[in-house]
């Protein structure tokens, strides 16, 4: 596997740690103390703050900013300008540090464009956030959130492709790209091993 590239004007900070195959791109800034794996893109104007962990394979497109308290899980998709916060209730006279909510993103999701993840939640394996969509509370896995605050439309399979069953409904979905079959109640949907 190829070291890590690193664009001429992207900052990389002592302490920090890329994986193999990584690209770094215009812009970039990686704090010390930030841990990015194998395989991902950081695009331009992308931030990573200290305490950072990313996993392999994660595609983190232009002007994304992710500050301490979030952990990203491996093959996430962060779209352009996405917006992941920190602190609840900031104010520029009161210092909160101490007060950093966590915010996990679990394997294979997806954060679309201009979508705002307010701290202390969880988007679950698989999961799709919707362009501009506003999350205000946890995602369960593979389900599909929109709109502002984020509320369920659907389920996602494990390729990106929305299966054919309404949020709310049980039993059973097949996926019409891959194949993938799920097991669905009204409120979770997990995939189903192949025979």
Known sequence: MAE???HPTAVVDEGAVLGE???V???VHVCGGATVGARCVLGQNVFVGPGVTLGDGVKVQNNVSLYAGVEVEDDV?????CVLTNV?????HVERKSEFRPTRLGRGCTLGANCTVVCGHA??????VAAGAVVTKDVPPHALVLGTPARPAGWMCRCGEKLPVAFGDAGEATCARCADRYRITPTACERMERA
């Open 4 to 6: 890590a590239f690193v």
């Open 21 to 23: 195959g990584t690209k």
């Open 88 to 92: 609840n209730n900031p104010r520029a």
């Open 123 to 128: 988007i679950g394996p698989y999961a799709f």
């Open 25 to 27: 791109w215009h812009f």
């Open 77 to 81: 998709f962060l779209g352009p300008s």
